[in-house]
């Protein structure tokens, strides 16, 4: 019965995590501070396992690893850059070229090479 609220936590946390939409540049001040309150939950989680609070001590480490995450998240700043409409902007740069395909297996050489390895058999015993 104990772990159905931390799993209830863990829960919330992720689908939070999932709402929140990527941002359009580092949040250097709004991540740092997150990053902090993650360390000072996980150093509460610390605390609370020294004096033998397990599940509070759970619920402060949940809160830490989602402050982290998210601090995270926020520090780095966006995942991909805007969608690609597919029309040539002017951006500069090369375009793509097509990777060469390997050449294909010679499976005629390749039995060749194989009937030499073939060597008689003897039965041990």
Known sequence: MTVLPLAACVAIAVLTAGVVGPPH????FLGALTLGFGVILADLAIGALCIHHALIAGYFL???LTAAGLALRWLRGPISGPPDDG???????SPRRPRPHPP????????????????????VG
């Open 104 to 123: 294909g297996l010679d499976w005629a050489a390749f039995d060749r090479a194989r009937r030499g390895w073939e060597r008689g058999r003897t039965p």
């Open 62 to 64: 949940c809160g830490a």
């Open 25 to 28: 540049g580092p949040r250097l």
């Open 87 to 93: 029309e040539d902007d002017g951006g500069g740069g």
